[in-house]
């Protein structure tokens, strides 16, 4: 190959990398950002849209190349030139991905660092799943709801825990997804299992969003959902003060936070959409 | 006693089935009652009446069947009957049902089994696009559509995809190394006979109460623990499959470490070799975990252990950790095979030595060692202790890199070659690259943590793992079983409806996979038989272009059986290809080889005047012009890649 076919190619695939990235990057394909973490983690997903283009492209234009300038003419029996290896060039397609995943892994590194950080104030909220419903515990205000409100701006310091199967919580405009485990204790994040069930994130856009359970649960899957509401500090307030104390549910819920299979149901009616 | 009940074969073995049911049942029957428990009390204790003889019934029938006559006889001291391989080469149609040790005859047992198991996963994966093809619920409820992603998971990956490669590469692979046979030939028979016993209880799961196996091919517990009934069949199913797997793999191992013929060192094995000493490596370490998982799992269900029951102090989380301990290298397992594949049709059809040829090799080693440091990777969100994420992260980045070796060597394969794009093996090799390209980029997303908390178990999931598995692994099945017909029934497949099949399943699968990711980032979750409205039309979309995907591989099923049957002879070595396999008739003699052949150079010395990498003794001496005889790994000549 001459350096003119080189720099040919290069150019091939510099466009063809340029015009992938900016069709790939023109649509906002998580959706809504509703949540402070929500940017990090788009940036980073735009970031490997773009190296990924690269990656693409150089196999595609590669590809494409030889297929048009190599293909054997009919009748054409003779065999291609005898090359076993190029050690330069498989020393620089080891070397270039390794740096590429290195600077990925540094990059996603970093991103996770800060969309888990805790912040100094926080509002902990006690998320429980039972087929096929979700209750919300507000515990410093002893509130409980199958809606999940939250005042715009602040962090929730979510407590996770299942009482029967594995479920997860992921609201899509936050970004956030986590397992709820059978066996976890809302107490006792660390627990004497290991099971992190701590998850942090901080709405900050009003409106109003679905709570989607995206663990394979039963035959009810499909419908766990349960609303979440963004709304400002006052509006939030305002609704707590209306639910429901945890105490008087007493006879529905079981004997609270440690829960197990069989604790009790959730709130009467609820299962559900 | 009628000869028919004494010889082996399928009325003894109904009657070994038979037999073996009763036994189960009564054994079930008897202890309960010399334990003064309630004979016939089930639905408390996990139906032992049932669990036991579907473990007996399969041995009663391998046993009638006579997959274990030899070693009985050996075992009783009974003077074995002498082999005389009359059991060997197949000559009608009826010679594929019998237990035979040929392992070109299990091949295609195999391959043909296989593709059973492929069509009915497609057509549940069909009945599941119709019921997602509009939101809300039409055609299935939620539980049965639970039970359909779950068997379509579970028959396409133990039952086609793990054990198509172990078809083919049993076919081709003695023949690529020059022996005559696989090392342990009743012991391949048998491999394959386990086969159909674990799509047998898969299927059964549909017929039992509370209906078929619904917790997902993943299984997780304590979903499956408390599950109904079929979730013992998958449990028991997964058992047979598994055994099956590992049997072939030491199989292949020690064939390809003690069988290869006199002057193939390393260093010259075809990459499809390599590629099954790779995959056989981490079938033997791995996929015991997944017998072990699932063995807890029964045991939790049947005998009232608590491995996983979180109220009884049982672990949760560690189910998740065993299972993808296998499952993530069997993403490997379904892969390397295909890699190799493609690494032999492209090297043919460009007319040219693989690029790097070492490099290749050491790369499958590398994927092999990294595959058992990720398996992590699937449990970002599952509360696993928080500090194993970025480690997994960092060795699942990296097996990014082997992985980019192999892509872009086949890319170097093809430049200054002499490129035959009209076979249909080529062309799906190709469209391979491209497919699996997209997969490993979304893959290389899906490490990255943040990311992963986002698209976890959403349709992006289901998108990823369809262009691995389909655009990946079953792009390089269709390659091979295009590359190897000719040799396989002697006869050439129609390559006009060859291109049909190719270009329709590309558009499709792209056409059906593509918006998955897009639904799923959006926030369409998977495994879900109902979904916000707002996804219907790409939904509806995804499903017109999963039916033409499904229609498309009627024309590869005509093409194969008539071609089978009228195409035209093929010739030993219609591709012109170097490998061994290709120096013998087509189809191979019963035996293989009338003498072993005797190798001399590298596997894809294209364009060398003169070299060969094998000859018969037969042919004339002195072909041996291929540069020093590399007899010590790592002397200079043409096929000492890596350093070119």
């Given at each position: 190959m001459t350096l003119t076919t080189f720099l040919r190619l290069t150019a091939a695939t510099v466009v063809l990398t340029a015009v992938t990235s900016v069709i790939m990057l023109i649509p906002n394909w998580n959706g809504l950002q509703g949540s402070a973490?929500?940017?990090?983690?788009?940036?980073?997903?735009?970031?490997?849209?773009?190296?990924?283009?690269?990656?693409?492209?150089?196999?595609?234009?590669?590809?494409?190349?030889?297929?048009?300038?190599?293909?054997?003419?009919?009748?054409?029996?003779?065999?291609?030139?005898?090359?076993?290896?190029?050690?330069?060039?498989?020393?620089?397609w080891t070397t270039i991905p390794t740096l590429i995943v290195i600077f990925a892994a540094v990059y996603a590194t970093v991103v996770l660092n800060d969309i888990e950080a805790e912040a100094a104030d926080s509002l902990r909220v006690d998320v429980t799943a039972q087929q096929y419903a979700w209750r919300f515990d507000y515990p410093d205000t002893g509130r409980t709801s199958t809606e999940l409100h939250?005042?715009?701006?602040?962090?929730?310091?979510?407590?996770?825990?299942?009482?029967?199967?594995?479920?997860?919580?992921?609201?899509?405009?936050?970004?956030?997804?986590?397992?709820?485990?059978?066996?976890?204790?809302?107490?006792?994040?660390?627990?004497?299992?290991?099971?992190?069930?701590?998850?942090?994130?901080?709405?900050?856009?009003?409106g109003t969003y679905s709570v989607i359970c995206t663990e394979l649960c039963g035959f009810g899957h499909s419908t766990m959902r349960a609303v979440a509401v963004v709304e400002s500090d006052q509006q939030f307030e305002t609704w707590l003060a209306e639910q429901k104390d945890v105490e008087g549910l007493d006879g529905q819920v079981g004997n609270g936070a440690a829960g197990g299979i069989g604790a009790g149901s959730l709130a009467e009616g609820d299962s559900g959409e | 006693m009628p000869v028919a009940l004494r010889q082996a074969g399928w009325t003894r073995g109904l009657l070994g089935a038979m037999i073996g049911w009763g036994f189960g049942f009564g054994l079930v029957v008897a202890l309960r009652a010399i334990s003064g428990l309630e004979i016939f009390q089930t639905e408390q204790t996990g139906y032992p009446h049932l669990i036991v003889p579907a473990v007996t019934a399969p041995f009663g029938?391998?046993?009638?069947?006579?997959?274990?006559?030899?070693?009985?006889?050996?075992?009783?001291?009974?003077?074995?009957?002498?082999?005389?391989?009359?059991?060997?080469?197949?000559?009608?149609?009826?010679?594929?049902?019998?237990?035979?040790?040929?392992?070109?005859?299990?091949?295609?047992?195999?391959?043909?089994?296989?593709?059973?198991?492929?069509?009915?996963?497609?057509?549940?994966?069909?009945?599941?696009?119709?019921?997602?093809?509009?939101?809300?619920?039409?055609?299935?409820?939620?539980?049965?559509f639970n039970g359909l992603f779950s068997t379509h998971a579970a028959f396409m990956i133990f039952l086609f995809i793990v054990p198509i490669f172990a078809g083919i590469a049993n076919y081709v692979l003695p023949l690529m190394i020059g022996a005559p046979d696989m090392a342990f030939p009743r012991l391949n028979a048998l491999s394959f006979w386990l086969l159909p016993m674990g799509g047998l209880l898969f299927m059964a799961s549909y017929v039992v109460p509370g209906g078929a196996f619904d917790a997902g091919w993943t299984g997780y517990a304590p979903l499956s623990t408390g599950a109904p009934l079929g979730q013992s069949f998958f449990n028991l199913g997964v058992q047979f499959a598994g055994a099956s797997s590992i049997a072939t793999a030491l199989n292949f191992l020690v064939t390809i470490v003690t069988m290869r013929a006199p002057g193939m060192s390393f260093w010259r094995m075809p990459l499809l070799v390599w590629a099954n000493l790779s995959t056989s490596l981490l079938v033997v370490g791995a996929t015991p975990f997944i017998a072990g998982a699932q063995f807890m799992v029964l045991f939790d269900r049947v005998l009232g252990t608590n491995f996983f029951q979180a109220a009884a102090g049982g672990d949760v989380i560690s189910y998740q950790h065993i299972f993808w301990f296998y499952s993530h290298p069997a993403v490997y397992i379904m892969m390397l095979p295909g890699f190799g594949i493609v690494s032999e049709v492209i090297s043919t059809h460009a007319r040219k030595t693989?690029?790097?040829?070492?490099?290749?090799?050491?790369?499958?080693?590398?994927?092999?060692?990294?595959?058992?440091?990720?398996?992590?990777?699937?449990?970002?969100?599952?509360?696993?202790?928080?500090?194993?994420?970025?480690?997994?992260?960092i060795t699942t980045l990296l097996i990014a890199v082997?992985?980019?070796?192999?892509?872009?060597?086949?890319?170097?394969?093809?430049?200054?070659?002499?490129?035959?794009?009209?076979?249909?093996?080529?062309?799906?090799?190709?469209?391979?690259?491209?497919?699996?390209?997209?997969?490993?980029?979304?893959?290389?997303?899906?490490?990255?943590?943040?990311?992963?908390?986002?698209?976890?178990?959403?349709?992006?999931?289901v998108a990823h793992?369809?262009?691995?598995?389909?655009?990946?692994?079953?792009?390089?099945?269709?390659?091979?079983?295009?590359?190897?017909?000719?040799?396989?029934?002697?006869?050439?497949?129609?390559?006009?409806?060859?291109?049909?099949?190719?270009?329709?399943?590309?558009?499709?699968?792209?056409?059906?996979?593509?918006?998955m990711h897009w639904i799923g980032m959006d926030g369409m979750p998977r495994r879900v038989a109902d979904y916000a409205a707002q996804f219907g039309d790409w939904?509806?979309?995804?499903?017109?272009?999963?039916?033409?995907?499904?229609?498309?591989?009627?024309?590869?099923?005509?093409?194969?059986?008539?071609?089978?049957?009228?195409g035209p002879k093929a010739g030993d070595n219609p591709w012109r290809a170097k490998t061994i396999e290709w120096l013998v008739s087509s189809p191979p003699p019963v035996f293989n080889f009338d003498e072993i052949p005797r190798v001399v150079g590298g596997p894809y010395e294209f364009g060398v005047h003169g070299a060969k990498h094998a000859i018969l003794?037969?042919?004339?001496?002195?072909?041996?012009?291929?540069?020093?005889?590399?007899?010590?790994?790592?002397a200079a000549g043409p096929d000492s890649g890596g350093s070119g």
């Open positions: 973490e929500a940017d990090d983690i788009d940036t980073l997903l735009d970031v490997m849209i773009v190296l990924s283009s690269l990656v693409f492209s150089v196999v595609i234009v590669m590809m494409v190349y030889a297929i048009w300038k190599y293909r054997a003419k009919p009748g054409d029996e003779s065999d291609g030139e005898p090359i076993h290896g190029n050690t330069k060039l498989e020393v620089i939250a005042p715009s701006g602040t962090q929730l310091e979510l407590h996770l825990q299942s009482l029967d199967v594995l479920h997860s919580f992921w609201v899509p405009e936050w970004r956030i997804k986590r397992d709820l485990v059978p066996g976890a204790s809302l107490d006792d994040p660390a627990g004497d299992q290991d099971i992190d069930n701590v998850v942090r994130v901080t709405p900050d856009v009003e | 029938f391998l046993i009638g069947f006579g997959a274990f006559d030899y070693w009985f006889r050996w075992a009783a001291g009974k003077p074995t009957i002498p082999d005389d391989h009359s059991s060997h080469g197949a000559y009608s149609w009826k010679d594929y049902f019998k237990f035979n040790t040929d392992h070109k005859v299990i091949g295609i047992q195999y391959i043909v089994t296989t593709f059973f198991f492929f069509l009915l996963g497609g057509l549940l994966a069909m009945v599941m696009r119709a019921e997602l093809a509009q939101p809300g619920t039409q055609v299935v409820d939620p539980q049965v693989i690029f790097g040829y070492r490099l290749m090799a050491l790369a499958l080693l590398g994927i092999v060692v990294l595959a058992f440091a990720v398996w992590a990777h699937h449990m970002f969100v599952a509360g696993m202790f928080a500090w194993l994420r970025v480690p997994m992260m082997p992985t980019g070796i192999k892509i872009f060597s086949w890319l170097g394969t093809l430049f200054d070659s002499k490129l035959h794009i009209q076979s249909t093996s080529m062309l799906f090799s190709l469209g391979f690259i491209v497919t699996f390209v997209i997969g490993g980029i979304s893959g290389v997303m899906l490490g990255m943590i943040p990311i992963d908390i986002h698209v976890s178990d959403t349709y992006f999931i793992i369809h262009f691995v598995l389909f655009g990946g692994s079953v792009f390089t099945i269709f390659a091979g079983i295009y590359h190897w017909f000719p040799k396989m029934t002697g006869r050439m497949y129609d390559e006009r409806l060859g291109h049909w099949h190719f270009w329709l399943t590309l558009v499709a699968m792209l056409g059906t996979f593509i918006p939904n509806l979309i995804i499903s017109v272009f999963s039916f033409i995907l499904g229609a498309a591989q009627l024309i590869f099923i005509y093409n194969m059986i008539v071609s089978w049957r009228y003794s037969s042919d004339h001496e002195g072909a041996e012009v291929t540069g020093p005889e590399p007899a010590v790994a790592g």
